[in-house]
């Protein structure tokens, strides 16, 4: 073998020195990330078992959030939970999806470009901005205008009854909707393009007219990724703190009104985890975030599973 | 020029055996636990073009990455049999792939200059990376002669400092030939270099390969037999299985693998038979 | 015959209109604020603290410093893990592991900032008990990761195979390879991708509530309590204060023009590499 130039073997020899610490740093990197999030799960066990222990399951339905008796259970805030995300979901998903087949299929460029921009800021725009807005702009057209048309027409719902609050489950299930219509939409909208790729000409070409196209062929085919979208945006909603502290009222408190104030599991942790002055008040808080954590895990995971059958972010590998 | 001298080996294989710098026996490539290619045994002799040709999935392009070690960068990929460059196996444990690298250089399919590169940095990456070049004098000249060599010099002396990626296809591939010359390989790869190339580049790399034959051990894999013809000494044809795993079927002078193949699935792929 | 063209015309109409409606909020929010906000935008806004309750005036621009010193640590930390994570499941990203990573990375990022938040209060906060700056860049860090390994990934992934072969076919170190070939060929999405992980926790506020807390005064420390703009806008709107809802609107304001700038960089960003 022609004897290779001592300084470039030299060189050649360090060249694989720095290629294995190379490795070795992305491997590292990998591992922090998983390490953190395991982390994240075991932190906030660790920070829960004292609640855990007084309270076990009983936490989950009893309804008396009292510090100074040290008794803490969660219904209320599960109730406000759900109720202000469904209505989030109810109102975001018809919209979203409705406005995602428009950009999808029958916009013209010119405007499904601009719309579809716009829409994608709706998401960029910080919570506590959407909070503020929620707060001095939307809470008092709720109060003053639209629950009183509800409670008009509709009053003999016990949803739609009783006294007005300007900070309600309904603003704070109005405000959740805004924020994750985007998502609703940007999500719905690659899936119903992928779909449209699909069918381009068959029903078309049947004599069906878009619309009818779009109902009985596209989105029955786009059903599991539009759904998924849907699940994906419902965990956002059920995690989001800020805009929902700021509009939600701030009661523990289970009301059959849609117009009385309510509490999130979210926005009691914002509010009330500075101030837990006893261990088991914050273990308490901190087991609220688990059960976020755990919630928000599965939803997430549940909605990856159904988008991911659709887009296939990951290159098909 | 040396002629091959036919060994028979198992499975008929000639084997030119004198004055080769490069010795491949018995070689066989997995991607995971797939065979994509088996048993070939082959020498490349020295200062010659020989050329791989065969129809496409015949593994032609995976053996010519298991002669620099680059096979193995894909991940799952593994070899096992030997590759002699000089006398040494290049798989040998204590054996550097980066040293290999840089004596076995390669051309691939699409040209594929370094996208943030001028053409003076691209071209003398691998001189940089070896801890040579390293003043911008000693790049310019090196620049230079490597670019005289790929006949491309003339054409970018006054854009060095601009992008590789700016420059046509013909050039980008001549400028990745100019790029593999300036680490001073002793082996060539190429690739099939002018797959994505017009008639007109074509025929300059082409005249290029036979210019660089003087020099270097060459090895060219080809999808087009009228230019395996045009270019190399030696054809080395290759062939899969029913069962997809790829080997050599019959190597030789190039002259007599296209009048008098010793084997007909040869013939018939020559003929235009199939493929 | 009629009837369902009818219908098919409506059934677009009322598409457009909720595309409309969704566009419409947006517009409807920025009038808002710049018009709620502007007035209140000055001098002496953008360059002082915080007065103290009943004294009019007063700034936020111990809260911008605060945000850009914790978002910044914060890249630091996210930047090189969520880089070369990426760079883990573009190059060598196959089998179980590399997909439980992406698995994760997804699902990471739909998990609440709150409890993100609670997450680094356990391990920063609680231990040294003390609020801090540091402690908001490492729940903040959490939050950007996922996006820059998504993203990273994708912008790796994109360079051509034959790029990353080419150089090691010279030669040279695969770390060499990658880090001086294919990552500055990747910078565009790379770039992308980090400049919409730092839009999405530059208007972040949950965490910051237990984390770095806020401050009235100006604070250069990362170790210690810290204003940020995004809390100082929760702080002053649920405040009783007229003049302080007025500085809510004018730090929205801020906020989110930092944010939308942030978000068309991006996309300029992302266009550079297209157009190519």
Redesign the interface.
């Known amino acids: ?2 004897p ?1 130039d001592r ?3 030299a ?3 360090r ?2 020195l ?2 294995r ?3 070795a ?6 591992i ?3 390490a ?2 395991v ?2 799960f075991v ?2 066990f ?2 829960s078992w004292p609640a855990i222990q007084s309270f076990g399951l009983k936490f989950f339905w009893t309804s008396s959030w009292n510090p100074v008796t040290s008794q803490f259970g969660a219904l209320p805030m599960i109730y406000g939970t759900v109720v202000s995300s469904a209505i989030a979901i109810l109102l975001a998903g ?3 999806v ?2 995602a ?3 999808a299929d ?2 013209p460029r010119l405007v499904a470009r601009p ?1 579809s921009f ?5 998401a ?10 929620g ?3 939307l809470s008092p057209v709720l109060r003053d205008r639209a629950d009183p048309f509800l409670e008009a027409h509709f009053g003999f719902v016990p949803l739609f009854s009783g006294p007005i609050f300007g900070t309600s489950l309904l603003t704070a299930g109005v405000i959740l909707a ?1 924020m994750i ?2 998502t609703v ?1 940007a999500i719905s909208r690659d899936v119903i393009m992928a779909v449209l790729a699909e069918h381009r000409e068959g029903s078309l070409a049947l004599g069906a ?4 196209t ?2 009985r062929v596209i989105l029955p085919g786009a059903k599991s990724g539009i759904f998924g979208a849907c699940v ?1 945006a419902l ?2 909603a ?5 805009a929902t502290t ?1 509009v939600i009222g701030n009661k523990p408190a289970i009301a059959a009104s849609l117009f009385q104030p309510s509490y999130t599991l ?1 926005s009691v ?2 509010n009330e ?2 101030e837990a002055t006893t261990a088991l008040y914050q273990s308490a ?2 087991e609220l ?2 059960l ?2 755990l919630v ?2 599965v ?3 549940f ?2 599973l159904l988008t991911w059958t659709v887009l296939r ?3 098909g ?1 | 020029m040396i002629s091959p001298i036919p060994v028979p080996t198992t499975g008929q294989i000639h084997v030119p055996a004198r004055a080769a710098r490069l010795v491949v026996e018995d070689l066989t490539a997995l991607y995971g636990n797939r065979v994509a290619l088996a048993g070939v045994s082959i020498a490349f002799p020295e200062q010659s073009v020989t050329a791989l040709i065969g129809p496409s999935g015949c593994g032609k392009s995976t053996f010519l990455r298991c002669l620099n070690r680059i096979h193995e960068a894909a991940g799952t990929a593994t070899v096992r049999g030997r590759v002699l ?4 196996d290049i798989y040998a444990p204590e054996v ?1 792939p ?2 290999i690298r ?2 076995v250089g390669m051309v691939f399919q699409r040209a594929n200059p370094f996208p943030t590169m001028s053409i003076l940095d691209d071209v003398t990456t691998g001189l940089r ?4 070049a390293r003043t911008r004098m000693e790049r310019v000249e090196q620049a230079e002669r490597v670019l005289r060599m790929a006949a491309l010099w003339d054409e970018v002396k006054d854009k060095l400092n601009q992008p590789g990626i700016a420059l046509s296809g013909g050039q980008q591939q001549r400028l990745c030939i100019a790029r593999a010359l300036a680490v001073n390989p ?1 082996i060539l790869l190429m690739d099939e270099p002018t797959s994505a190339l017009d008639p007109i580049a074509t025929a300059q790399i082409e005249e290029l390969i036979t210019s660089l034959a003087d020099a270097y051990t060459m090895v060219c894999v080809s999808h087009n037999m009228q230019q395996a013809a045009r270019i190399s000494d030696f054809t080395a044809f290759m062939l899969a299985g029913s069962d997809y795993v790829g080997h050599l079927v019959e190597v030789g002078e190039t002259d007599k693998i296209f009048t008098r193949p010793q084997d007909q699935r040869t013939e018939d792929y020559i003929t235009g038979r199939f493929g | 015959m009629r009837l ?2 009818l ?6 109409v ?10 419409g ?3 409807l ?1 920025l009038a ?2 710049v018009r ?1 906000g502007a007035p209140a935008v000055n001098w002496s806004f953008l360059t002082g603290v915080p007065h103290p309750v009943g004294v009019p005036g007063g700034g936020v621009a111990n809260g911008i410093v605060g945000s850009a010193i914790i978002v910044g640590l914060a890249t630091v930390i996210a930047l ?6 990426g ?3 573009a190059l ?3 089998g179980p ?1 590399a ?18 938040g ?2 680094a ?3 920063f906060v609680a231990p040294f008990r003390h609020f801090s700056g540091a402690s908001a860049s490492v729940a903040f860090a ?1 939050l950007m ?1 996922p996006l820059i ?2 993203t990273g ?2 912008a790796i ?1 994109g360079v051509p195979k034959r790029v990353r072969e080419g150089a090691l076919a010279l ?6 390879a ?2 001086h070939v294919v990552v500055p060929a990747a910078r565009a999405g790379l770039m992308t991708g980090l400049l919409l992980a730092v ?1 999405r926790v ?5 965490p910051l ?2 984390t770095a ?1 806020g401050s009235q005064f100006w604070e250069l420390n990362p170790t210690n309590p810290m204003a940020s703009l ?1 809390l100082q ?2 702080t002053y ?2 405040s009783p204060y007229e003049d302080w ?1 007025q500085q ?2 004018a730090g ?1 304001l801020l ?2 023009l930092a ?2 700038i942030l ?1 068309v960089l991006a996309r300029f960003a992302l266009r550079s590499r297209t157009s190519r």
Not at chain 1, 25 to 30: E, H, K, N, P, S
Not at chain 3, 202 to 206: D, I, M, R, S
């Open positions: 073998m022609v290779f300084l470039e073997e060189h050649a020899r060249s694989v720095s290629d610490s190379f490795i740093a992305i491997y590292c990197a990998t922090v990330f998983v953190v999030v982390g994240l932190m906030l660790a920070g018809f919209v979203g409705y406005a087949a428009y950009l029958f916009a719309l716009l829409i994608e800021l709706l960029a725009v910080p919570s506590v901005v959407f909070g503020l807005w707060l001095f702009v805004i219509v985007p939409c007219t878009r619309w009818e779009m109902w994906l965990g956002r059920l995690g989001e703190t800020i700021m979210a942790i914002a985890f500075t808080l901190i975030g688990l976020l954590f928000s895990m939803v997430n995971g909605a990856r972010p990951s290159r590998r | 460059l000089d006398g040494q550097n980066i040293v840089r004596r990376y070896a801890g040579r002793d | 369902r063209h219908a098919s015309g409506a059934g677009v009322g598409s457009g209109l909720c595309a409309g409606i969704a566009a909020i947006l517009m929010i808002y604020v709620e090189p893990i969520g880089t070369l994570t760079i883990y499941l060598y990203g196959r592991f997909d439980a990573i992406r698995f994760l990375a997804d699902v990471l990022s739909g998990i609440p900032s709150i409890a993100i609670l997450f209060y356990t391990i959490i990761l390994i998504r990934e994708e992934g030669g040279i170190s695969s770390y060499a990658t880090m839009a530059t208007g972040e506020t949950a509530l237990f807390f995004a806008v929760f709107a649920i809802h809510a609107w929205a906020l989110i944010v939308f978000n």
